[in-house]
């Protein structure tokens, strides 16, 4: 069966450091991959897209891989700050048809001052 | 703020009852997408609509319905209701209609339901 896993619940940094978070699916061939940040009691807002064919895109300090020989993808917040805390979802759509979407159970990021 | 409205914000109701949650998409945006988030099983895909039509169905239950109305506002209506029914509902809009992994999903504040 299909299977979305982010690396771990939680995940503990410095501020200024750089955050990588991982997404590993297994039995999924996705069309594209999102990242979502989601703040408590609210809904996800979407930060990245990244289609199958592509390796890498950025956005301001946020970047994100897809590697589909590995079926994974790294998102990484460079110069984090104490406003990056969050839990940060990976969501996977299928391709053709009407497509769907699969979300990773999340990674909860608290960056310490 | 989204841009997409859901009604109500909170809902407490007792098993077996049903409920009906609404949501407004953003101004433009024909899909409508809802989704379940629970602790245990995180954010599942429902079901989406584009502009009136059923597009997709994830993991919705058969005592879960849908709908899209001319207006694009769209209604989830859950009945037969049980504890295990108590999540944050959210819904999302787009533009699109099938290639939702290509486009910006707006996500609402969610309905939070609680069955007691």
């Known amino acids: 069966s299909q299977k979305i896993e982010q690396n771990s619940e939680a995940l503990n940094i410095q501020e200024g450091k750089t955050a990588t978070l991982t997404c590993n699916y297994t039995n999924y061939s996705p069309a594209y991959l999102q990242w979502y940040r989601q703040d408590p009691g609210r809904g996800p807002v979407f930060l990245l897209l990244?289609?199958?064919?592509?390796k890498e895109k950025r956005k301001e300090r946020l970047k994100v891989t897809f590697d589909t020989t590995l079926k994974q993808s790294l998102f990484h917040i460079t110069a984090s700050q104490p406003a990056d805390s969050a839990t940060y979802l990976c969501a996977l759509w299928t391709s053709g048809g009407y497509q769907k979407v699969t979300f990773g159970t999340g990674t909860k990021l608290q960056v310490i001052p | 703020d989204s841009g997409v409205t859901q009604t109500p914000k909170h809902l407490i109701t007792a098993t077996g009852q049903r409920v009906t949650l609404r949501c407004s998409p953003r101004s433009g945006d024909l899909s409508v997408y809802w989704y379940q988030q629970s602790l245990d099983q995180g954010l599942q895909f429902l079901i989406h609509?584009?502009?009136?039509?059923?597009?997709a169905k994830g993991n919705i239950l058969e005592r879960f319905s849908a709908q899209q109305f001319p207006d694009l506002h769209s209604e989830l209506n859950l009945s037969s209701l049980e504890l295990g029914d108590s999540a944050l509902y959210f819904c999302a809009s787009s533009v699109d209609e099938i290639t939702g992994g290509r486009e910006t999903q707006y996500f609402g504040p969610g309905t939070r339901l609680l069955v007691l």
């Open positions: 990244i289609r199958e064919n592509e």
């Open positions: 609509y584009y502009n009136g039509e059923e597009r």
